[in-house]
């Protein structure tokens, strides 16, 4: 399995819309494309120097085939809807491959 992993630092004057519009909108749209079979999202429990609120959300594919497609297929299309968030946060994006889970 494969983790297609997004880290983002969201500003606090538009945390609340942007936690709702991921767990409403965002998410759900990334599930329907059935790339993925599961969505986990988490706080990261730092204080940033930069300040915001950074979260990650780990998106598991069954394989590197699908998290491919996703690429392909997906991706640019539902980054552009981020954009009402546009200049309110940092994102980076890591791919895991899952070694043992127990």
Do not use: C
Not at 40 to 69: C, D, H, P
């Amino acid at each position: 399995m494969y983790i297609y992993n997004v880290t983002v630092n969201i500003q606090e004057d538009v945390h609340e819309k942007w936690v709702e519009w991921m767990k409403n909108e965002h998410i759900p749209e990334m599930l329907n494309t059935k790339k993925f079979i599961k969505a986990l999202m988490t706080r990261v429990l730092v204080n940033e120097e930069m300040g915001g609120i950074t979260y990650s959300v780990q998106f598991t594919a069954k394989n590197r085939q699908m998290l491919q497609r996703y690429y392909e297929e997906d991706a640019e299309r539902l980054r552009r809807k981020s954009a009402i968030f546009e200049g309110k946060f940092v994102a980076f994006r890591t791919e895991l491959e899952v070694v043992s889970e127990q």
